[in-house]
Every structure is written in structure tokens, then in C-alpha cells.
């Protein structure tokens, strides 16, 4: 190994002679080119420094005389780590847990083969909260779906006697569950899956909020079906919000063929659609869900699957496992990110704040009816989709919004997602719509 000598904090962090605070934006670019993985094209000049309140990021920009200097400015987001901020960056609460548990409960880390104290806090809290008899901590959102997709097989063997090896999981067309192996297996994105085969076996996908094709697929395929495994509302696809009453007519169909429904709520849980759960508003309970994202209150990785004892009772030890799934401070961070939905009432506020974002963004498509084609979302998880046209291109329009100081970053060619923190305030949803209108106006 080379010689390797890091020191201090923040700006003053040194990576041998390279001190983060001398660094421009294009020397992030540069370094993230030449050591990361270019598995992401990042916003173009621009990097986030700190946060200086739950919505408002201070970000570095080129510093217009001189590229290879840096000018810091406010960044209002409009997007809050695709939902995995809900409770406001540096929630209070959550933080001042954090801070106690390691300073003055100290307990950061044990392995789930001896007990600790915390778990039962998490497993109450969780349970109580999801409505669900059993919870499974993880730590990323893809693995809690991932976790979902194996004890729906193993159920299907073991519960419905489904013959060894032949389980079929139904997902939906245009869905995103992550990107382990299972979740590329599933996906039908040509970016997600070239090269990556061969795939997972025992897999069927039908159009999203198309009930007669569930419908025929179980009728032809029933007896193998262990799940429909799917998200209530799609997330990554561009918010797509499916019928009134899909969920319902899935929830009886599924039960009438004895085939789980299980739930990817890790985008649309925790209050984002202005209920805790989306399921909550079709008013349908899944049989198991995965949860992830704000279920660490943007502070860490947490995620959990939560189901039907039946359901979860399928798995034995030696069967799952996670070195950091529900450790000391996760659990910790867990219980009070559910108390700061509680106790804020976010998921109120979601609603509340999401009519006025919806409304605003309706106002726009009426201004703009050559533009806009489609405004969607329930709560604070929106978009608005441009008709296809090379002129309306939504990497521009964030780069336009950029300028303007809002973070809002393109799904696809053309639909922008927005889906702010839930703390957000009636003034800041106002600057993200009068920005937004400035920009579709001149595009
Ligand atoms: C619905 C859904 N499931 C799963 C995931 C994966 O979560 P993670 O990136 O934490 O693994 C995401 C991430 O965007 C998601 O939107």
C-alpha cells in the first residue's frame, strides 16, 4: 500500500495532501470519474457541502470567474433522497436519540446471536405502527423486497404446497425494486438488466393497474402463484397511481386463488402519500410489505419487512440473516423515526402540502397545455410528465431548476418526480412551483 495519511474534519479532511474544501465541483467530477463506478451521471457542477435546514441544501457551484473555485448557495429539495428524508434533513429528534444512545447509552454494535435491549423497542414499534403481527429488520430497501420475495417462495412450498422448485412471483411491468440479483430479475429496464444474465427463474410480469391481465395470468398459473409482488403506487416508473379500485379487486382476487400480495412500500411508505402506508389508501392490507428509506429518517440505512405471522413464520434460523439489520443504533434510529411521523403528524402534513403542490402543478398544465401532458401523485410523492418532445427535455428542466436554486432531478426522458421532504412549508412548496413555472415558460 502506498503511503496513506488522513486527518482532520469537514473541509479541513485530508486525504494525504488533497484537502476536501480546496476541491471545485469539477474536481469531485474528476475524481468520482477516475476512482468511482460510473454507475450514476450525477447532477452536471454541482456538489451538496452541508444541509442547512430539513429542505434547504447548501451546495458548491463553479464560481463564475473561476471554474476551478467554488460559490456556495442554497439548494431548496425537491426530492429528498427519493423519500428516504421524509422526517426534514437532521431531524431533531432523531438526531438528539442518536447522539444520546452513543454518548451516553453506548451500545452502537452486537451481532444478532445475543440479545440486546433495543430490538424489543424496534419490533414494538414497528409492529404497532405497520399494523402487522412480525417484523424482520434489514438495512437496505433492497433487501427488505428481496426478503419479501423469499419467504413468499418458501411459503408457497411450505404453506400452499406449491410443487418443489416450480414458484412463480408476479410483478408488474415498469416496476423498481433495487438492484440486487432478484430485483434485476424482475425489472424489465434494458439498462438494468444488459449483461447481467442469466436471471432469477420463476418470474412473471403483467402491465401494472391492469386487472384482467392478473386476472387470466392466476386463472392460467394460480396453483404456482405464490405472490403478487409489487408496489402500490409506481415510484421509479414516474409515479404512476393505478385505479381506485385496483388494490381492492387484487386483494379479493388474490385471496380467491390463496397467492400473497405482497407490497414494495419502501418509496411509498412512511407517510409519503399522505397516509403511513399507500395501502392505506385503497384501504387494503398486504400479507407481507418491505419498507425502507424514511424508515431510517435519513440518518441511516434501516429497513424491515413486516407481515402476517403465517407468513413470516415460514422463516427458521439459519434461513435469514443480517450482520446489521436492527443493530443497537439502528434500531434506535427505527423506533424514533416512526415517533417523528407520529408525533409531527407528517403524514398529514403530506396531504396537506401535497394538494398544494398538486394544485399548483395542474395550474401550470393549464397555462402550459402544449408542455405538460400529465400531472400525477398522491401526498408528496408527484411528477409531471412533458409530452415527447426533444425540446422538452427533463434533464434540461432540472438543469434549468438547478439554476434557480431547486433540486428536482428527471425520471425518464421526460417527467420530472417531486417528492419534497414532508416537513416542508406552504412558502417553500410556492418558490418549487414558481420556479417550475418560470422554467416550463421559457423550455
Ligand atoms: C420501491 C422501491 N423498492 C426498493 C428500492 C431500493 O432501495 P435501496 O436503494 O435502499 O436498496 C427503491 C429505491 O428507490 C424503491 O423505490
Given at each position: ?7 482532520g474534519?469537514?473541509?479541513?479532511l ?15 467530477e ?24 430539513s ?5 458548491r457551484?463553479p ?6 473555485k467554488?460559490?456556495?448557495e442554497?439548494?431548496?429539495?425537491g ?17 438528539d436519540?442518536?447522539v ?12 444478532r446471536s ?15 405502527f ?16 428481496e ?7 418458501r ?23 433495487g ?7 424482475m ?9 447481467f ?21 392466476f ?27 385496483y ?7 388474490c ?11 419502501v418509496?411509498t ?16 392490507k398486504?400479507d ?9 429518517g435519513g ?8 407481515g402476517?405471522?403465517d ?21 434506535v ?9 407520529i ?7 403530506a ?33 409531471f410528465?412533458?409530452?415527447n418532445?426533444?425540446q ?9 431548476l ?26 417553500q412548496i410556492?418558490?418549487?412551483l ?7 415558460k421559457?423550455i
Amino acid at each position: 500500500m502506498n503511503d496513506l495519511n488522513i486527518t482532520g474534519y469537514g473541509d479541513n479532511l485530508k486525504i494525504n495532501d488533497i484537502r476536501l474544501g480546496d476541491l471545485s465541483p469539477k474536481d469531485h467530477e474528476e475524481i468520482e470519474l477516475s476512482k468511482g463506478g460510473q454507475n450514476y451521471s450525477p447532477l452536471e457542477n454541482v456538489v451538496v457541502s452541508h444541509v442547512k435546514d430539513s429542505s434547504t441544501l447548501i451546495c458548491r457551484k463553479p464560481s463564475k470567474d473561476n471554474v476551478s473555485k467554488y460559490v456556495e448557495e442554497e439548494l431548496l429539495d425537491g426530492l429528498c433522497c427519493y423519500s428516504a428524508v421524509n422526517q426534514g434533513q437532521l431531524n431533531q429528534t432523531i438526531v438528539d436519540a442518536v447522539v444520546h444512545h452513543l454518548k451516553e447509552e453506548k451500545i452502537p454494535t452486537v451481532p444478532r446471536s445475543i440479545r440486546h435491549k433495543y430490538m424489543s423497542g424496534f419490533l414494538l414499534a414497528a409492529s404497532t405502527f405497520t399494523n402487522m403481527d412480525r417484523i424482520v429488520p434489514k438495512v437496505a430497501g433492497v433487501e427488505s423486497w428481496e426478503l419479501t420475495f423469499k419467504i413468499c417462495r418458501r411459503w408457497g412450498y411450505e404453506v400452499k404446497k406449491i410443487p418443489a422448485n416450480k414458484a412463480i412471483i408476479v410483478g408488474a411491468k415498469g416496476n423498481f425494486h433495487g438492484r440486487s440479483m432478484a430485483a434485476t430479475s424482475m425489472s424489465d429496464d434494458p439498462d438494468t438488466q444488459n449483461n447481467f444474465g442469466p436471471f432469477l427463474p420463476g418470474i412473471e410480469l403483467v402491465p401494472f393497474n391492469d386487472f384482467d391481465a392478473l386476472q387470466s395470468l392466476f386463472e392460467e398459473k394460480g396453483e404456482y402463484i405464490a405472490a403478487y409482488s409489487v408496489e402500490p403506487i409506481q415510484g421509479e416508473a414516474g409515479v404512476i397511481i393505478p385505479n381506485d379500485d385496483y388494490w381492492p379487486k387484487v386483494a379479493q382476487l388474490c385471496k380467491k386463488h390463496n397467492i400473497l400480495l405482497a407490497f414494495d412500500e419502501v418509496q411509498t411508505g412512511f407517510g409519503r402519500t399522505g397516509k403511513n402506508f399507500a395501502h392505506q389508501l385503497y384501504d387494503v392490507k398486504p400479507d407481507i410489505m418491505g419498507c425502507g428509506k424514511a424508515a431510517g429518517g435519513g440518518i441511516l440505512p434501516v429497513s424491515f419487512v413486516a407481515g402476517r405471522d403465517d407468513v413470516i413464520g415460514v422463516l427458521t434460523p439459519g434461513s435469514e440473516g443480517s450482520t446489521f439489520g436492527g443493530y443497537p443504533l439502528a434500531s434506535v434510529v427505527g423506533i424514533y423515526a416512526i415517533k417523528t411521523l407520529i408525533d409531527e403528524n407528517l403524514a398529514n402534513n403530506a396531504n396537506i402540502r401535497g394538494h398544494q403542490l398538486m394544485s399548483g402543478l395542474n395550474e401550470i398544465k393549464n397555462n402550459f397545455p402544449d408542455k405538460i401532458k400529465e400531472v400525477r401523485g398522491r401526498g408528496l410523492l408527484t411528477a409531471f410528465e412533458m409530452y415527447n418532445d426533444k425540446q422538452l427535455d427533463g434533464h434540461k428542466v432540472s438543469l434549468s431548476l438547478l439554476a434557480k436554486g431547486i433540486y428536482a432531478k428527471e425520471t425518464h426522458h421526460s417527467t420530472l418526480r417531486l417528492a419534497p421532504a414532508l416537513t416542508i412549508s406552504a412558502s417553500q412548496i410556492n418558490i418549487l412551483l414558481t420556479a417550475i413555472a418560470e422554467v416550463i415558460k421559457d423550455i
